[in-house]
């Protein structure tokens, strides 16, 4: 086996695991850690959630795969389970987030096609996330995500993230623009969360120019903000929503729902996937959705979610280091006045996994939904007490 024969992807902290159980991984020396990440807002349910494992032995003993070219009657009870709880009208299943965006970026440009727009274009935000395929890299606020892979795919008009005027300028100017791709919540870019009417408003626009609203949900979905999907705090319908990291618990699949007119602009040979909804992934959506509406799992986070930030508020709140401390659910960050990045490390050491997103400013929690108070208080002290001491060492070094 060569030195290392993985592709230098990703930057991986010194510990692997072997097990999970619940908020808990146990690395493969018997140590234990409190996940408050969950696989970056994956494992909602936590780790080797029965109703999961339950899915995917049963589902696996009978049938996997066919292909799509069949009916899938799985695929169309989890399609019918999502359309209902998000309020649109049909879905169309990925294996990943990305994949759910590219078909979302599809639709836009369809429709635009549709009605005589040759050159379609979206907006997109500054300091977005929307995956790491080229459609998606290029649609991302982000330059060190497209730094080195242009050229871009063109067709994508950026605007600043929650500044409404941005848009009616780009509105005023560009005859081409036929939809807006949005994060309710920017995750990737450190949990920046915009004003509350931010959405109604880019509802508001889209209607009057006939342009389609498409929320990327990716991470925001699936109970972690404190509604099924981040849009379900207000009161507007969005054309299209996708949706992936949460849906399977760790299983991969994706979904790109979408509403009236966007909902019928494929038409077979528009658009496929080989693994979009197999029978299994399907099974475990299936799961996963039911288990977190049955469980009142989107209450649950908002409940604990309030607790964490109240908590936190209490312990670092009149801290210097800490800039501000902000959340929905269970999207929660904590922004360092100065970037630390070894903060990941060190909490690791003291039995937490968190991750630092934000140019290393933003530490982001992501706990599982179904984390208890007890572990949640056991999260906030461990991690007050470490940037405490973490602010008062990095004070007291020398600068230059
Ligand atoms: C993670 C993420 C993606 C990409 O999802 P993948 O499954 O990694 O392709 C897209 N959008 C948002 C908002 C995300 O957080």
Same mark, same amino acid.
């Not at 230098?8 to 930057?11: A, D, R, V």
């Not at 330059?143 to 080195?148: I, P």
């Not at 949005?182 to 870019?189: D, K």
């Given at each position: 086996?060569a030195?290392?024969p993985l592709m230098?992807?990703?930057?991986r902290l010194?510990?692997s695991?072997e097990?999970g159980?619940?908020c808990?991984l146990y690395d493969?020396d018997?140590n234990?850690?409190?996940?408050?990440?969950?696989?970056?807002a994956v494992c909602?349910l936590?780790?080797?959630?029965?109703?999961v494992?339950?899915?995917?032995?049963?589902q696996?003993?009978?049938?996997?795969?066919t292909?799509n070219?069949?009916?899938?009657?799985l695929?169309?009870?989890?399609?019918s389970r999502?359309?209902?709880?998000?309020?649109?009208?049909k879905?169309?299943f990925?294996n990943?987030?990305?994949?759910?965006?590219?078909a979302?970026?599809?639709?836009?440009?369809?429709?635009g096609?549709n009605?005589g727009?040759d050159?379609p274009?979206?907006i997109?935000?500054e300091?977005?996330?929307?995956?790491?395929?080229?459609?998606?890299l290029?649609?991302?606020?982000n330059?060190?995500?497209?730094?080195?892979f242009?050229?871009?795919v063109s067709g994508?008009?950026?605007?600043?993230?929650n500044?409404? /005027?941005a848009?009616r300028?780009? #509105?005023a100017?560009?005859?081409?623009?036929?939809?807006?791709l949005? +994060?309710?919540? &920017? %995750?990737?870019?450190g949990?920046?969360?915009?004003a509350?009417?931010?959405l109604?408003q880019?509802?508001e626009?889209?209607?009057?120019?006939?342009?389609l609203l498409?929320l990327?949900?990716?991470?925001?979905?699936n109970?972690?903000t404190?509604?099924?999907?981040a849009?379900?705090?207000?009161?507007?319908?969005?054309?299209?929503?996708t949706?992936a990291?949460g849906?399977?618990n760790?299983?991969?699949?994706?979904?790109?729902?979408?509403?009236?007119?966007?909902a019928?602009?494929?038409?077979?040979?528009?658009?496929g996937?080989?693994?979009g909804g197999t029978?299994l992934?399907?099974a475990?959506g299936l799961?996963v959705?039911?288990?977190i509406m049955n /469980?009142?799992?989107?209450?649950? #986070?908002?409940?604990?979610?309030?607790r964490i930030?109240?908590?936190? +508020?209490?312990? &670092? %709140?009149?801290?210097?280091y800490?800039?501000?401390?902000?959340g929905k659910?269970?999207m929660?960050?904590?922004e360092?006045?100065?970037?630390?990045?070894?903060?990941?490390?060190?909490?690791k050491?003291?039995?937490?996994?968190?991750n630092?997103?934000g140019g290393?400013?933003?530490?982001r929690?992501l706990?599982p939904?179904?984390?208890t108070?007890?572990?949640a208080d056991l999260m906030?002290n461990?991690?007050?007490?470490?940037?405490?001491?973490?602010?008062?060492?990095e004070r007291?070094?020398?600068r230059?």
């Open positions: 086996m030195l290392q230098n992807t990703y930057k010194s510990v695991f097990r159980e619940g808990w493969t018997g234990k850690y409190l996940d408050t990440l969950s696989g970056i909602g936590g780790h080797s959630h029965p109703a494992t339950h899915a995917i032995c049963e696996a003993g009978k049938l996997i795969h292909s070219l069949y009916s899938i009657p695929q169309e009870q989890l399609a999502l359309s209902s709880i998000s309020g649109m009208d879905v169309f990925s990943s987030g990305a994949e759910a965006n590219e979302a970026i599809k639709i836009a440009r369809k429709f096609h009605k727009i050159k274009a979206i997109v935000m300091g977005s996330f929307h995956g790491r395929t080229m459609a998606t290029s649609a991302t606020g330059r060190a995500v497209q730094a080195g242009e050229p871009l994508f008009v950026r605007a600043a993230y500044n409404i /005027d848009i300028a780009i #509105a100017n560009n005859k081409d623009v036929v939809a807006i949005v +994060e309710p919540i &920017l %995750g990737e870019g949990v920046v969360i915009p509350d009417d931010y109604a880019l509802r626009i889209c209607d009057d120019n006939d342009w498409m990327d949900e990716v991470q925001t979905g109970g972690r404190g509604r099924y999907f849009y379900q705090h207000t009161h507007i319908i969005p054309d299209v929503v949706t990291k849906l399977g760790g299983f991969p699949i994706g979904a790109c729902i979408a509403k009236g007119r966007a019928n602009t494929f038409v077979p040979g528009s658009h996937s080989t693994f029978p992934a399907c475990v799961a959705t039911d288990t /469980d009142n799992l989107c209450d649950r #986070a908002a409940t604990l979610g309030q930030l109240s908590s936190f +508020e209490e312990q &670092l %709140g009149n801290m210097e800490v800039k501000d401390i902000r659910g269970l929660i960050g904590i360092l006045s100065e970037a630390g990045p070894e903060l990941a490390v060190l909490a050491v003291k039995g937490i996994l968190l630092i997103t290393g400013h933003v530490i929690l706990p939904l179904i984390m108070d007890i572990e906030v461990t991690l007050s007490k470490l940037i405490k001491i973490y602010a008062a060492d007291s070094k020398p230059n």
